[in-house]
């Protein structure tokens, strides 16, 4: 199936710092780039939704303005928290989809490797 | 929007028997149902998936039913193994919009 990489896999920072996350397509061009967040033993929380070249689109009650997503190009979407705090501490998991290349389904989501964020 | 119901949320089953796992979605325009299967600290995997255009889809040791009248949808494995011992997730899709059910820890006793 189609692969999707995300980096770093693991990270730790202070309090009040911003933390960039990076999501990658990497055998097929996605359209469509989401970005979750996930609980200790808790389902996948949509956090937002990213077109290549537009604004992404949030979900009721994630602050845009603390969790800044680009998606810059057909390959490449990023996540940075900004002015993180110990309450941002979870694991974020990246999901692309795409029509060209290996994701040859419209509608399945891929998903990437996810990001372990420790915020001191 | 969108709700999807999914149980049960532990499941231990022998090794060798089957195991279900339903979900109830409540939106009637929603039209694809992902499953994903997710082990501990790594990415969901889609196992398997269903459209609303099609009633059973079958894959080895796993299949997938869907009741659109009813709106729910279920996953069935037989002949379990230790392996299939991970966290299962259903999903119902309408274009962009995915919604995820609660997640099922399954356990495959040896």
């Known amino acids: 199936g189609a692969v999707v990489s995300q980096h770093p896999s693991r990270v730790i920072c202070k309090s009040g710092t911003s933390v960039k996350i990076e999501c990658r397509s990497l055998d097929f061009q996605a359209t469509t780039m989401f970005w979750y967040r996930q609980f200790p033993k808790q389902s996948l929380m949509l956090m937002a939704t990213?077109?290549?070249?537009?604004?992404?689109?949030?979900e009721q009650g994630v602050e845009k303005d603390k969790f800044l997503i680009n998606h810059a190009s057909l390959t490449l979407s990023t996540l940075t928290v900004t002015s993180a705090h110990p309450e941002d501490s979870s694991f974020y998991i990246c999901?692309?989809?795409?029509?060209?290349?290996?994701?040859?389904?419209?509608?399945?989501?891929?998903f990437g490797p996810g990001t372990r964020l420790t915020v001191l | 929007g969108e709700n999807v119901e999914q149980h049960p949320s532990t499941l231990s089953v022998q090794e060798g028997d089957s195991a279900v796992i339903k979900c109830t979605y409540s939106d009637s325009a929603s039209n694809y149902f992902p499953w994903y299967k997710q082990e501990l600290g790594k990415r969901p995997q889609l196992i398997i998936d269903i459209r609303s255009n099609v009633g059973e889809k079958k894959d080895q040791r796993i299949a997938v039913t869907l009741n659109k009248t009813a709106k729910h949808f279920s996953l069935h494995i037989t002949e379990t193994q230790p392996e299939d011992s991970a966290v299962y997730f259903c999903a119902a899709q309408r274009y962009q919009k995915v919604t995820f059910g609660t997640g099922t820890k399954l356990q495959v006793i040896p």
């Open positions: 990213s077109n290549e070249g537009s604004k992404a689109t949030y």
């Open positions: 999901s692309a989809r795409g029509t060209s290349g290996r994701a040859t389904s419209t509608d399945t989501q891929y």
